[in-house]
């Protein structure tokens, strides 16, 4: 079975644009959680979706946005980009929440010039 | 509500033991371990529900004191394939479904 998938793998953009991260979970995983992870540090919750229903939220500026599909693919929005942006971003899939076993995906690294 | 890892680092030769804690100033209704290795995401290992339980598998264990909202993990024989980064993450009990990730521990198995 495939496990979380997440595309692209690295992208670079400047200050003040935006970007679109997507995400694939397993195959009957119907949450997914993202997370943001600065190089040194361990991952910071953004979001969790759950039935296409935001159902927690970390302490992220309004640029970062979310949402999740019929078929449970999720994609992370982020407008006006920072160069404090720059960061590994985390998809993890679960059946139900963060409080279930996470399922990683490997990663989009973004970086903000 | 970040919690607080100890040690941040150790270095073991095989066959060591180690006990990486984990503390929160917040009610815990779970708490999850996860290794990370360098450039790859992080691994489940184990998630313990309140009710102060202990889990393991393998060569390591977890316990979960819900009282004193800390968590301990112990890696007991340490092998090569057991170096990477350690982080608890927690969910609150109302924390309103946002999971936490500890500040890491960095654990080198060294020959």
């Known amino acids: 079975d495939a496990g979380v998938t997440q595309s692209p793998t690295h992208l670079i953009k400047t200050r003040g644009q935006q970007v679109t991260l997507r995400c694939s979970p397993i195959s009957g995983h119907k949450s997914v959680s993202w997370y943001q992870q600065v190089l040194g540090q361990g991952p910071q919750f953004i979001f969790q979706y759950y039935e296409k229903e935001e159902r927690g939220r970390g302490n992220f500026p309004d640029r970062f946005s979310a949402r999740q599909f019929p078929n449970y693919s999720s994609e992370l929005n982020v407008n006006a980009l920072l160069l404090g942006d720059s960061a590994l971003y985390l998809c993890?899939?679960?059946?139900?929440?963060?409080?279930?076993?996470?399922?990683f995906g490997p990663g989009t690294r973004l970086t903000v010039l | 509500q970040q919690p607080v890892q100890s040690p941040q680092a150790v270095i073991l030769r095989e066959g060591e033991d180690a006990v990486i804690n984990c503390s929160s100033s917040k009610a815990l209704y779970s708490v999850h371990w996860y290794r990370q290795k360098h450039g790859e995401a992080p691994v489940f290992l184990m998630i313990l529900l309140k009710g102060g339980e202990q889990k393991g598998h393998d060569k390591i264990s977890a316990s979960f004191n819900e009282k004193k909202q800390q968590s301990s993990l112990y890696l007991t024989a340490s092998q090569l394939s057991y170096s990477g980064t350690y982080f608890c993450?927690?969910?609150?009990?109302?924390?309103?479904?946002?999971?936490?990730f500890g500040t890491g521990t960095s654990l080198t198995v060294i020959p």
């Open positions: 993890a899939s679960s059946l139900w929440g963060p409080n279930n076993e996470q399922f």
């Open positions: 993450g927690t969910e609150g009990v109302d924390t309103g479904n946002q999971f936490y």
